[in-house]
Every structure is written in structure tokens, then in C-alpha cells.
């Protein structure tokens, strides 16, 4: 993988994030829902590189995105909390790594299926990390179950708009060095 090139898509989603999710996102009765624009990033890496090359970019996603992110506290102050997205991002990247030699790489749809199961993976490993945290620091309305049934909406609206995503990032495969095809060496 050319990491310029990572670096750059990242810098780039985590601007939709700031910026266009914010325009997509909905109001439900327990909160907001709104795409995790980095997920389908996630996935292609996840389904494209060497697991080496995996476990490294999603942990570096994950940090990119801890340290975007503010957290409100119970005390009114904001926090950002290196870690969370960090660790869940590697579990996504590491449950990617165990389905993707059942899936047909290139189809929009499978993007959004493997969104799916490491979406749940990542909010899985942040709600779970946080639920231990307002143990000791407590968070402002933050209820497991209810973050965990919104982060599931926000699951499936990022399924929707990363098929779509996934469309540019296939074409731009090369682009990244990742090849779509094996060549095996005659002997």
C-alpha cells in the first residue's frame, strides 16, 4: 500500500466526517444518527491489503479518529479520549481479515456487508470500552444500550453510503498499489 496515498484518503473522510456527516445526520427519539464516512475505508483496506498492512491502518483510523473527537463529560467539560476507536478499529480490522476469503472483493454489495460486520466489531469495542469508563469518569447521557442501538443505526447508514463509497475506492485500487488480480510465477 503507498501510505501518501492512505494518508491523504484519510485526511479526506475525516473531513466528510467533520463536515458532511454532520449534514446527513438524523435525528432519532434516543439521539443522533449520522455515516461513519472512515468505515468504508476500513473495509477496503481490510479486503485489499496484507494483514500486516490491515492491523496498521486501522489502528492508525482509529487514532485519527480518537483524536477528532470530543466526548462530553458529566461536569460539562469535553474530553478526548485516546483509545477507544483505536482498539475497535483493530478488531474490525482483525474480523475483516477472518471473512474476507469468503467475499467477492469488488461488488458494492459486499462492501456493505463487511461494513456491516466490522461496524458492529468497532462499536462493539467503543461502547464496551466506555461503559467501563463511566464506572470512574463518568460521561454525559451516555447509556450503553441506548448508544449501542444508535451506533447500530449509524452501522447501517454507513453500509448504505460506503457501497457507495465503494465504488470510487475500487476504481482507485491501483492508485493505492493494491493489485485485483494474483499472478502466480511458471516454473
Known amino acids: 500500500m503507498k501510505w501518501p496515498i492512505f494518508a491523504i484518503a484519510v485526511y479526506v ?8 456527516a454532520s449534514a446527513m445526520r438524523f435525528e432519532t427519539a434516543g439521539g443522533v444518527v ?16 496484507t494483514p500486516r498492512v490491515v492491523v496498521v491502518a486501522a489502528v492508525v483510523m482509529g ?15 469535553g474530553m478526548t479520549v485516546l483509545g477507544p476507536f483505536a482498539l475497535g478499529y483493530l478488531a474490525g480490522g482483525v474480523a475483516l481479515l477472518q471473512i474476507r476469503p469468503m467475499v467477492f472483493r469488488q461488488h458494492p454489495l459486499a462492501y456493505a456487508v463487511m ?11 467503543v461502547v464496551g ?3 467501563v469508563r463511566i464506572w470512574y469518569d463518568p460521561m ?14 449509524s452501522v447501517f447508514y454507513s453500509a448504505v453510503v460506503g457501497a457507495l463509497l465503494s465504488v470510487p ?17 511458471r516454473r
Request: glycine share 6%; charged share 10%.
Open 34 to 49: 449520522e455515516p461513519m464516512f472512515m468505515l468504508a475505508l476500513l473495509v477496503f483496506v481490510g479486503l485489499s491489503a
Open 115 to 125: 461494513i456491516l460486520f466490522a461496524g458492529f466489531a468497532v462499536q462493539l469495542v
Open 63 to 77: 487514532v485519527v479518529l480518537d483524536a477528532t473527537m470530543v466526548w462530553p463529560m458529566a461536569d460539562g467539560r
Open 169 to 185: 475506492l475500487v476504481a482507485a485500487s491501483s492508485v493505492f498499489g493494491f493489485t485485483t488480480t494474483k499472478v502466480g510465477r
Open 13 to 20: 473522510l475525516v473531513a466528510l466526517q467533520v463536515s458532511l
Open 129 to 131: 470500552l466506555f461503559s
Open 140 to 153: 454525559a447521557d451516555f447509556a450503553p444500550a441506548s448508544q449501542l442501538f444508535l451506533r447500530t443505526l
